[in-house]
């Protein structure tokens, strides 16, 4: 119903940034809010930061990110954008791109990406 496709990952090291994207494709009606979570080996899924695509944009943050992320939206609602700066080692995790949409006919439908590795090593 709803795809989702991420970008940006990568290798850097601590105090350079990095810029994720995610474009989301399907039967799209509306976006409730886009986000991003994170898993670093061994542990739970984080929720990272979060956008309403309802309430004129409202963004959350993790306090672990909060001053280094931004999440912001593209052109349209369907891409969001997570820049990440000043990097640390512990940020080191598997980034995913999540979708609270209402896809044709108005059911919600929640959804997330296959992931990407954010790599932060000297």
């Known amino acids: 119903q709803v795809q989702l496709v991420e970008s940006g990952g990568g290798l850097v090291q601590p105090g350079e940034s990095l810029k994720l994207s995610c474009a989301a494709s399907?039967?799209?009606?509306?976006?409730?809010?886009m986000g991003w979570v994170r898993q670093r080996p061994g542990e739970l899924r984080e929720q990272v930061a979060d956008i309403s695509g309802i309430s004129d944009g409202t963004t959350t943050y993790a306090d672990s990110v909060r001053g280094r992320f931004s999440i912001t939206f593209g052109n349209t609602k369907k891409t969001v954008y997570l820049s990440m700066n000043n990097l640390k080692a512990e940020d080191t995790a598997v980034y995913y791109c999540?979708?609270?949409?209402?896809?044709?006919?108005?059911?919600?439908?929640?959804?997330w990406g296959q992931g990407i590795q954010v790599t932060v090593s000297s």
């Open positions: 999540s979708a609270d949409v209402k896809i044709m006919g108005g059911t919600r439908y929640l959804t």
């Open positions: 399907g039967s799209i009606r509306s976006v409730n809010s």
